[in-house]
């Protein structure tokens, strides 16, 4: 495949694919996302107590998830919306961490919290909202923890690569891109979650992608079968939202999928999972291994 996607992407020459570099993987403590695994991150959107993150990462890490997910820290739409546990809220991530082992991605807002949320977290999340905030992905290119770089809700491919290459002339090679729908003229869902962007991004970088279903149905009935879709594609993981009562929670609710909803889910991905990981391991070259970390 043409890692230009004829001519249509400019050369970025930390993130793009090169002969050299066709693929690389993202170690996060035991995880490696970009590798043969289908990586599934899971967890509320935000940290809201302690009994329900501890609660949902039990559920998580027994049904298969490896990386605990949680808001701290929230861009809300409504300034009037819960907005996080801030501080708090990263003590808890930590002891989920401790008590079950999954790894913790969490967002980071603003450049100032960079130093603070890296005490705690193992992979730092920019969000939508803030895919071109540049001094955010200057100070997250400067820090040593690994970065899970949203798309904007309208940005176009390129300019998420671009926003790549920024946390990468900083510093910072270890970047995951996550596909989390688009906004377009389709009122049924939150979101349009792009499946091309997978393959095309998978061909134009050498980094891993993921999706998130969640932000992109913006409904739970729907979240399983993107996910389906998602890894059919060849995405490198998923970032799913979990709720132990989501009728309850203070974000996202609709999109949050119950803890007997997460399990069915990982259990009906299981042969798609099999798949990827067979397709990986038989023809590497789909996903070109050179050059890798
Ligand atoms: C989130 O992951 O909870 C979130 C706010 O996502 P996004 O930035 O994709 O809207
Ligand atoms: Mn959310």
Redesign the pocket.
């Known amino acids: 495949m043409d890692p230009t996607w004829n001519g249509q992407f400019s050369r970025f020459d930390l993130v793009s694919k090169t002969s050299e570099r066709s693929r690389s993987i993202v170690r996060v403590r035991d995880v490696e996302i970009g590798g043969n695994e289908v990586i599934v991150m899971a967890g509320p959107?935000?940290v809201e107590s302690e009994r329900q993150l501890l609660e949902t990462a039990e559920t998580v890490a027994e049904a298969g998830a490896r990386i605990l997910?949680g808001?701290a820290y929230?861009?809300r739409s409504s300034p009037y919306a819960f907005q996080g546990l801030g501080v708090a809220g990263l003590k808890l991530l930590r002891k989920a961490r401790e008590e079950t082992g999954l790894a913790i991605v969490t967002?980071v807002l603003s450049e100032k919290d960079v130093d603070q949320i890296c005490e705690y977290a193992d992979i730092l999340?920019v969000?939508?909202?803030?895919m071109e905030n540049y001094s955010l992905l200057e100070a997250v290119g400067k820090c040593g923890r690994p970065v899970l770089l949203?798309?904007g809700?309208v940005a176009t491919l390129e300019e998420l690569l671009r926003s790549a290459q920024i946390v990468a002339a900083a510093g910072n090679p270890h970047i995951i891109l996550?596909e989390?729908?688009i906004r377009t003229f389709e009122p049924a869902t939150r979101n349009t979650l792009d499946i091309s962007a997978i393959p095309v991004l998978k061909t134009v970088s050498h980094l891993p992608v993921i999706a998130?279903p969640?932000?992109a149905a913006g409904v739970r009935c729907l979240v399983p079968i993107l996910a389906r879709a998602a890894v059919a594609v060849g995405a490198d993981g998923l970032?799913v939202?979990v709720h132990p009562s989501p009728e309850a929670a203070l974000?996202?609710g609709e999109q949050s999928l119950t803890f007997r909803e997460f399990r069915d889910m990982m259990d009906d991905l299981q042969p798609y999972l099999a798949i990827q990981r067979e397709a990986r391991r038989l023809r590497p070259e789909l996903l070109a291994v050179v050059g890798a970390d």
């Open positions: 959107c935000a997910r808001g929230k861009p967002e999340q969000g939508a909202r803030s949203k798309r809700m996550c989390r729908g998130d969640s932000h970032l939202e974000s996202d």
